[in-house]
């Protein structure tokens, strides 16, 4: 069975809405292209590193229709490693609606998303979801993921959608690596989903070694 893994990049609030342009999703948001200026040369390295290895991309409508109209036309430059990728690998599109399916290697997926994302699993090694913030949402709800990338940039917008919804289930997680720092700030961390639910506990119990406040 392959992993499903969420990249994800996000504010200190957790606002994960259109990080990479203005007109990404432009409906009544007005910060879209929030994560441009906090590119750096580690940042982008460690989403380069990210993709390694993987074999098939899951994306939601709105990501699919803006790579499907620029990866396939990126050869040569810096971008042509991923190009390369993203166009080699299979593509499966999460979507209610009727997208363009002219990117070669695209299918979309059944209106049962849950059983649709157990089947890729069981199809691929290495999947990995980009963007996508309805879709990552309802992964996240379902807890149909395996790995979680989160890259929290230093700015606070205060609007936007954020990763976890109202709709958040509680869920636990387990660090898989130490957080690493850009010089410009931002922080990578990478989780992986853990069994259980968070658990609770009294902080003033003795054995915290807690000072008596009396």
Known sequence: MGLIQIEMFATLDLVGQAPGGPDEDPAGF?????????????AG?????????????LLGRRTYDIFAAYWPHQKGGEDEGIAALFNGVPKYVASRGKPDLSWAGSTQLGPDLAAAVREIRERHEHVKVVGSLNLVQTLLREKLFDRLDLWVHPIVLGVGKKVFDDGAVPTSLTLLAPPEASPKGTVYLRYGLADGIPATGDMSAPDRGVADAG
């Open 45 to 57: 390295e460690q989403i380069g590193a990210a993709y390694e290895g993987t074999d098939a991309l």
């Open 30 to 42: 007005p910060y879209g292209g929030w994560q441009a200026p906090l590119i750096d040369e580690v």
